[in-house]
C-alpha cells in the first residue's frame, strides 16, 4: 500500500501522543495538517511561524524520531507556514530540518529616532523636579502565569506569553496583541509576561501602562512642549507593555506618537505586548498604518472559559483564600455564571462574604440566592442567533430565508439590519458575525453597519424600522 502524506503523518502523531503531554499534544500537534509527501520529504502546515519556531525549539527531536521511524534516514520535514500575519509577506516560508534556525528577511518602513544629545531625558513617571530617571516597571506581582489558569479559551494567549517572556524581541510574535471581551484575564495575562521577564532578565527594562495613562502623558509633554522627550523615553523600553490599545481610537496625536515609539522598539529588536478588547480586524478608528503593525506578530484571542476551566478558577480562587467548599456549589456557580472570570471571583467573594457576615453555612440555596442576584445585576447579552429570529419575525420571514444568497431588496435590508444590531448588541467580532448570519466576511458586515447608518439618517421608514426593532431586543 503506498504511503500518503496523510497516512505518515497519522502515524508520526501516534507515536508523538504516546511520549508527550497530552495538553501539549493538544496544543501543538492537532492544529498541524499533512499537505503532501514528495521523495521522502513530508510537508506539513502550521498555523503560524509562531508554530515553526517552538516546534523547532521544543520538538524537534521527537519530529525526527518519528519522521526516520516512517520514512527512513532520508526523511525531510517542510514546515509550510502562512505569513498574512507579518510585514505583508503573503508568500508561505518553508524549512527543512535539521537546518539550523533561519529568519526570513522582510522589508519593512524605517523609522530613524529622533536625536536628543543635550538634553536630560525626563522621565513622565516621576514627580516633576526630582531628578530620576529609573523606571519601575508599573506591574502587578501578584498577576503571574502560575496563577492564571490554562484551558482551551487562553490556551494559545497563554503559551505565546511564555514564548515572549522566554525570549522578549527574540520571536516572531511582536508585538503580541492579546485580545477578548473584558474579565478574561489580558491584563493579567500582560502583566504576567512582564513579571516573569523581570525575574528572567532583570538587566531589561520592562514598562506597563495604559493607553489611556499612556495618552495623558502625552498630552501633559505636548504641552509643556516635550514631545521629543516623551518619545525618547520611551525609545529606551527594553519591553512596553500597553493595555487596552484600543483607547487611542480616535487619539491622532497619541497614534501618531505611538507608530514612532512602535517602530523604533520594533526595529532594534525590543519587545511590544499590546492588549484590546477588539481584534485588530474590528477597531476603528485606528490609522491604517498602525493596524498593519498590529497584524505584524501574532493575534491571540482570550474566549470565554469553559466549564472545566470555570470550575478550575473557582478551586484556585478558594485554594488561594483558604477556604473550602462544596464541589456542588462549586459546579453550579460554574454553571451558572459564564460570562467572565471577573464574574466569577466576585460571585464567590460575595458568597463568603454573605457566609461571613451573616453567619451563615454556605449551602446550595445561599449559592442559589447570590447567583440569581448576580445573574440579574448583570446584563445579559442579546446572542446573535436571538437577534436574526427577532430580524425575521418582524419583516414576516423565516431565519433561512433572512441568511440566503438572494438580492432581493427587502431581504438584504433585513440582513444588513441583522448585522447591524449583532455588532451593537453583542460582543462578536466582525468574522463572526458574517459567519454566523450567511457565512459573509467582516468587510460585508461593516458595509451593512455603513447602509444602516446612512439609510436611518435618510429614510423615515427605515429609521422606523431600527426603532422598532431596537424596542424589542431591549426588552
Not at 194 to 219: H, M, N, R
Not at 303 to 313: C, H, K, L
Amino acid at each position: 500500500m503506498s504511503k500518503t502524506a496523510k497516512s505518515v503523518w497519522n502515524n508520526c502523531l501516534l507515536f508523538i501522543k504516546d511520549n508527550i503531554q497530552p495538553q501539549a499534544y493538544k496544543t501543538w500537534f492537532e492544529p498541524i495538517v499533512a499537505v503532501k509527501l514528495t521523495d521522502n520529504a513530508l510537508s506539513i502546515q502550521v498555523p503560524s511561524k509562531f508554530f515553526y519556531e517552538w516546534l523547532e525549539e521544543h520538538y524537534v527531536k521527537i519530529l525526527k524520531v518519528a519522521l526516520t521511524k516512517e520514512l527512513g534516514e532520508t526523511a525531510k520535514l517542510v514546515y509550510i507556514i502562512k505569513m498574512e500575519n507579518t510585514y505583508g509577506n503573503k508568500q508561505p516560508f518553508t524549512e527543512k530540518i535539521p537546518s539550523s534556525h533561519r529568519t526570513a528577511v522582510k522589508s519593512q518602513d524605517v523609522d530613524i529616532p529622533l536625536n536628543n544629545k543635550s538634553r536630560e531625558l525626563k522621565n513622565p513617571f516621576i514627580i516633576p523636579g526630582i531628578r530620576n530617571v529609573k523606571i519601575e516597571s508599573q506591574l502587578n506581582p501578584n498577576y503571574s502565569f502560575e496563577n492564571f489558569l490554562e484551558g482551551d479559551s487562553n490556551r494559545l494567549a497563554r503559551s505565546a506569553g511564555l514564548a515572549v517572556a522566554a525570549k522578549p524581541g527574540g520571536t516572531s510574535f511582536n508585538p503580541l496583541l492579546i485580545f477578548g471581551n473584558v474579565g478574561l484575564g489580558k491584563t493579567h495575562l500582560a502583566h504576567a509576561i512582564g513579571v516573569d521577564i523581570k525575574d528572567k532578565y532583570p538587566e531589561k527594562t520592562v514598562l506597563y501602562i495604559s493607553a489611556e495613562k499612556f495618552t495623558q502623558q502625552y498630552i501633559e509633554a505636548v504641552k509643556k512642549n516635550n514631545r521629543n522627550d516623551f518619545i525618547h523615553f520611551y525609545q529606551i523600553i527594553d519591553v512596553l507593555i500597553i493595555d487596552d490599545v484600543q483607547f487611542l481610537s480616535g487619539k491622532s496625536g497619541t497614534q501618531d506618537v505611538f507608530f514612532h515609539i512602535f517602530n523604533h522598539l520594533h526595529q532594534n529588536g525590543k519587545q511590544v505586548v499590546l492588549t484590546s478588547d477588539k481584534a485588530p480586524v474590528d477597531m476603528q478608528d485606528i490609522e491604517q498604518r498602525l493596524l498593519s503593525r498590529f497584524k505584524w506578530g501574532l493575534s491571540a484571542e482570550l474566549q470565554n472559559p469553559d466549564f472545566e476551566t470555570r470550575v478550575s478558577i473557582l478551586k484556585n480562587k478558594l485554594y488561594r483564600d483558604g477556604v473550602i467548599m462544596p464541589d456542588e456549589i462549586i459546579d453550579y456557580i460554574a454553571k451558572n455564571i459564564k460570562s467572565n472570570v471577573r464574574e466569577l471571583e466576585g460571585a464567590i467573594i460575595s458568597l463568603i462574604a454573605q457566609s461571613s457576615f451573616n453567619k451563615k453555612e454556605v449551602t446550595l440555596d445561599l449559592a442559589r440566592v447570590i447567583v440569581e442576584k448576580f445573574v440579574k445585576n448583570t446584563k445579559r447579552e442579546v446572542s446573535i442567533d436571538y437577534i436574526q429570529k427577532v430580524v425575521s419575525d418582524y419583516f414576516q420571514m423565516d431565519v433561512e430565508t433572512l441568511q440566503s444568497k438572494t438580492r432581493k431588496r427587502h431581504i438584504v435590508q433585513a440582513r444588513q439590519l441583522a448585522m447591524f444590531f449583532a455588532k451593537k448588541f453583542t460582543k462578536a467580532s466582525l468574522a463572526s458575525i458574517g459567519s454566523q448570519i450567511g457565512k459573509r466576511d467582516h468587510a460585508t458586515v461593516l458595509h451593512a453597519c455603513k447602509t444602516v447608518d446612512n439609510l436611518s439618517s435618510t429614510d423615515k421608514q427605515f429609521k422606523k424600522y431600527v426603532e422598532d426593532i431596537t424596542k424589542k431586543l431591549s426588552v
